[in-house]
T-cell receptor, first 116, second 115 residues
Framework: AQKITQTQPGMFVQEKEAVTLDCTYD???????LFWYKQPSSGEMIFLIY??????QNATEGRYSLNFQKARKSANLVISASQLGDSAMYFC?????????????FGQGTTLQVKP | KAGVTQTPRYLIKTRGQQVTLSCSPI?????VSWYQQTPGQGLQFLFE???????NKGNFPGRFSGRQFSNSRSEMNVSTLELGDSALYLC??????????????FGPGTRLTVL
């Protein structure tokens, strides 16, 4: 079975500090994509960053980076220099390539609050 | 480019009624997926459409159905509404079908309340 686990229901971080949101996954597929999305209180899911299972380097997008450890099946999101606008729910998701569909499997999410 | 649009944004229905939600993908995107988000179950995949064909379906009863038109716009329908159908329904589009590397871009969602 394919599963995403986010063990931190809620996190606090001080403004301008870095924070790591944990994500572990379980899949028997040899190829898969890993995604992080941000969901503000408005509800819209905003794409942040993508990591392919065969990518040699960790993905980075501006202040977001993905700490990908394939052997440990973890794909943690690191947000550097947190801003008040980063307060939101964050979801880790996986898409197995072998399924030949775009179906995303989501974790339960982590609520991040940035303190001024 | 305009993003994914969903209409209506908010909807209130009563048990037993049916509802149709609409999704317009990003221009040029041919794949549309639907997800249901509830506090208890989280985000769950409903179905995916590509070129007017349903490619994949999640574990939902037959009351949930959808379709895609030739212009890639998609609709989902829920018949005989139940209280448990109250949720945020999210639509996502991606350029091509079937690629796990293909990023899905989400719309703002339709918040359905069933009374």
């Amino acid at each position: 079975a394919q599963k995403i686990t986010q063990t931190q229901p809620g996190m606090f971080v001080q403004e301008k500090e870095a924070v790591t949101l944990d994500c572990t996954y379980d899949t028997s597929d040899p190829s898969y994509g890993l995604f992080w999305y941000k969901q503000p209180s408005s509800g819209e899911m905003i794409f942040l960053i993508y990591q392919g299972s065969y990518d040699q380097q960790n993905a980075t997008e501006g202040r977001y980076s993905l700490n990908f450890q394939k052997a440990r099946k973890s794909a943690n999101l690191v947000i550097s220099a947190s801003q008040l606008g980063d307060s939101a729910m964050y979801f880790c998701a996986m898409s197995p390539l072998s399924s030949n569909t775009g179906k995303l499997i989501f974790g339960q999410g982590t609520t991040l609050q940035v303190k001024p | 480019k305009a993003g994914v649009t969903q209409t209506p944004r908010y909807l209130i229905k009563t048990r037993g009624q049916q509802v149709t939600l609409s999704c317009s993908p990003i221009s040029g995107h041919r794949s549309v997926s639907w997800y249901q988000q509830t506090p208890g179950q989280g985000l769950q995949f409903l179905f995916e459409y590509f070129s007017e064909t349903q490619r994949n379906k999640g574990n939902f009863p037959g009351r949930f159905s959808g379709r895609q038109f030739s212009n890639s716009r998609s609709e989902m329908n829920v018949s005989t509404l139940e209280l448990g159908d109250s949720a945020l329904y999210l639509c996502a589009s991606s350029p091509i079908q079937g690629a796990g590397t293909d990023t899905q871009y989400f719309g703002p969602g339709t918040r359905l309340t069933v009374l």
